[in-house]
């Protein structure tokens, strides 16, 4: 029913900036809760962002407060992850994950998501 791609991660250095892409195909993109998750080695994944149906909400984990901020264009069907002055701690594989019904005491639930992309790999250097 919907498809995710990600894209846009690579490898910096600490302080450095990246965008993270997430291009959604299928019925009804626009109307999902879109959220960023992150895996690194040896952790589990763990919540990041989200975003609600009309941009008008996000959700940050405490830890990229002030430093990463998650936006949507539901006309490109497409979330991004602006992520600044990055850390060698933020170094992951990063998804981007979909939901059509979910409320906002769920947002940051990864088992609570219908729809999963690849993932895109993240690597900060010090």
């Known amino acids: 029913q919907v498809q995710l791609v990600e894209s846009g991660g690579g490898s910096v250095q600490a302080g450095d900036s990246l965008r993270l892409s997430c291009a959604a195909s299928g019925r009804t993109s626009s109307s999902y809760v879109m959220g960023w998750f992150r895996q690194a080695p040896g952790k589990e994944r763990e919540f990041v962002a989200a975003i609600s149906r009309s941009g008008g909400s996000t959700y940050y984990v405490d830890s990229v407060k002030g430093r990463f901020t998650i936006s949507r264009d539901n006309a490109k069907n497409s979330v991004y992850l602006q992520m600044n002055s990055l850390k060698p701690e933020d170094t992951a594989v990063y998804y981007c994950?979909?939901?059509?019904?979910?409320?906002?005491?769920?947002?940051?639930?990864?088992?609570?998501?219908?729809?999963w992309g690849q993932g895109t790999q993240v690597t900060v250097s010090s």
């Open positions: 994950a979909a939901d059509p019904g979910l409320r906002r005491v769920g947002v940051t639930e990864k088992g609570l998501y219908d729809y």
